[in-house]
């Protein structure tokens, strides 16, 4: 079973910066990618930003040049570092892995409990 548990978010303003984390535990045997979703009320979720293969990485076009995604390959874990923060980056954020487990051949796809970032203006 794999696990990803997500940690950083809160209440900010409008300019400020804030620093997600997600480390994915459990028996693993690869990861193609890990990133970041987000989700306000009343609209689909969304990609923000992903690191496939621990090296290519892509944003959502709102973020880009204020939001930057890492990986830390040995500890399995990814961060979204938020600058610029705008209300409108409001949302829950979700960790999303795309992983193989010990004993599986197939890539299957995961996803952290979500953490609320608020931005006030």
């Known amino acids: 079973q794999v696990q990803l548990v997500e940690s950083g978010g809160g209440l900010v303003q409008a300019g400020g910066s804030l620093r997600l984390s997600c480390a994915a535990s459990?028996?693993?045997?690869?990861?193609?990618?890990m990133g970041w979703y987000r989700q306000s009320p009343g609209k689909q979720r969304e990609l923000v930003a992903i690191?496939?293969?621990?090296?290519?990485?892509d944003y959502a076009d709102s973020v880009k040049g204020r939001f930057t995604i890492s990986r830390d390959n040995a500890r399995n874990t990814v961060y979204l570092q938020m600058n610029g923060l705008k209300p409108e980056d409001t949302a829950v954020y979700y960790c999303?892995?795309?992983?193989?487990?010990?004993?599986?051949?197939?890539?299957?796809?995961?996803w952290g409990q979500g953490t609320q970032v608020t931005v006030s203006s």
């Open positions: 459990g028996s693993i045997l690869s990861i193609a990618s």
């Open positions: 690191v496939i293969s621990g090296v290519t990485t």
């Open positions: 999303y892995g795309r992983i193989v487990p010990n004993g599986s051949s197939a890539y299957q796809t995961w």
